[in-house]
């Protein structure tokens, strides 16, 4: 296929791919890219939500050129009743500052944009093309990788593993273990399209403003999961996810739930009138610090979905992302200017660039929080909502019955569920995990 040797070989063209490759190459390092899809992206039809600090740590002047939708200037949390919503909503006009925080986007456009700028800076890119495994030397260094194509084997000192979540290479070659299904989600997406006017009136929104609506409760049916709403330019992005574990669990299937979730009185207001025109499914890695792979070894490094690098109760991925591919190019570029070999010892330097960053920081904080959602998943998701649903509606309806009553009749739901108890070791459960 090819017969030059690179510096390094890059598997995967996504987020944390495509930083990894543009840091590289950026430095003056012979890049090798290589993406199974069709193009960088062709895989990603779904919205998303991007964080400009850390773009702009790899492209300062992106949001120049970068195909943006809307910027955020609004919060909506909501936990659902079988046909209500108790919320809690955060709107900031300082949000509509001159380079705003964040943005939705359109992965499939985001990331080809992306690749565009890994190649301006010298990498080479190639589509259509999976790698099959990787080769190693005879004492268990990694060389290189071989290709469905022909023409063999192609070398290099490094290669870094950007291939996701469910990405096989890493785990045939013996460097990570397949992810449980108790610490993957399986979220499906859909597209919904609207007149850019109507979806400004409906979510309150001038120019370019954007809000995003994320949702937990009954619409889960007891598993751990959210559903969510993205606002973008001439489209609205509606999805729900929930643990893989729970699915096999249970009958309910991802479409189906994300059927009840769009058909809730709360959201098939905001969706009326829509065309559906895309629909996408993928896996997210929900385990947390816990579940973090072996990140370096001899000539290879891991970054992104594939090293379980998201942030669950932030529902942060692309940023974790983005920070991991850079800093393993930035990595990669101080060993390989120092002309060291890209031994296990060396690349520890990576981990050390990321238990210095905010993304261990952050995972190793919350590092038991998905194991509780997990296993209290029918009181957080299920029995808690209901009893707040009902406890609102006692509070807010007038009909001639005494308020103590109502108290009564509250209290009594909770007695009922036996959830004194569980309410109150949940509670002091979550606020210790939270510490």
């Known amino acids: 296929m090819i017969e030059e040797r690179f510096d390094a070989i890059v598997i995967g063209a996504g987020m944390a791919g495509n930083a990894a490759a543009h840091t590289m190459a950026s430095r003056g390092l012979k890049v090798l890219q290589l993406e199974r899809g069709e193009y960088p992206g062709s895989k990603n039809v779904q919205g998303a939500i991007l964080y400009a600090d850390m773009v702009e740590k790899i492209v300062p002047n992106f949001r120049e050129e970068a195909p943006l939708e809307r910027h955020l200037v609004e919060q909506r949390f909501w936990m659902m009743g079988e046909r209500s919503h108790t919320g809690l909503q955060y709107r900031n006009d300082d949000f509509n500052e001159e380079k705003p925080n964040r943005y939705t986007i359109i992965r499939s456009q985001f990331d080809r944009w992306f690749s565009k700028e890994v190649q301006a800076q010298g990498a080479i890119v190639i589509c259509e093309t999976t790698v099959t495994e990787l080769v190693s030397d005879a004492y268990g260094k ?3 990788v071989r290709t469905d194509r022909r023409g063999g084997t192609i070398f290099a000192d490094v290669v870094v593993l950007c291939e996701g979540v469910n990405g096989l290479l890493g785990s045939r070659a013996g460097l990570r273990a397949t992810p449980k299904p108790e610490h993957v989600a399986l979220a499906v997406k859909e597209m919904h399209f609207l007149p850019r006017e109507t979806i400004e009136a409906r979510f309150n929104l001038h120019g370019d403003e954007g809000v995003v609506v994320e949702a937990a409760g009954v619409i889960s049916k007891g598993m751990t999961g959210m559903g969510f709403v993205y606002t973008n330019k001439e489209s609205v992005s509606v999805g729900m996810g929930c643990l893989v574990s729970d699915f096999a669990a249970n009958n309910d299937t991802p479409y ?5 979730f769009k058909n809730h009185p709360s959201i098939k207001p905001l969706l009326e009138g829509s065309e559906v025109k895309e629909y996408a499914a993928h896996l997210i890695p929900e385990g947390g610090f816990r579940t973090i792979p072996e990140l370096f070894g001899d000539g290879w490094v891991v970054c992104g979905d594939a ?10 991925g692309s940023n974790l992302a983005l920070t991991s591919g850079r800093l393993a190019g930035e990595a990669i570029f101080q060993i390989k ?5 890209m031994t296990k010892q060396n690349l520890a330097l990576y981990k050390q660039y990321l238990d210095d960053s905010f993304v261990m920081k952050d995972l190793k904080k919350y590092k038991d929080m998905p194991a509780l959602l997990h296993a209290n998943s029918q009181n957080y998701f299920l029995a808690y909502p209901q009893l707040v649903s009902k406890a609102m509606e006692n509070f807010l309806r007038v009909d ?5 009553d109502k108290e009564k009749a509250t209290i009594a739901a909770f007695v009922k569920e036996r959830r004194w108890t569980g309410l109150f070791g949940d509670a002091w459960k979550l606020a210790r995990a939270w510490r």
């Open 307 to 316: 090293a379980q690098l998201n942030n669950a109760i932030h529902r942060e």
């Open 256 to 260: 189906g739930l994300l059927e009840t």
């Open 142 to 144: 990694v060389i290189g």
């Open 337 to 341: 200017s120092r002309r060291d070999p």
């Open 400 to 404: 001639g019955t005494p308020k103590l």
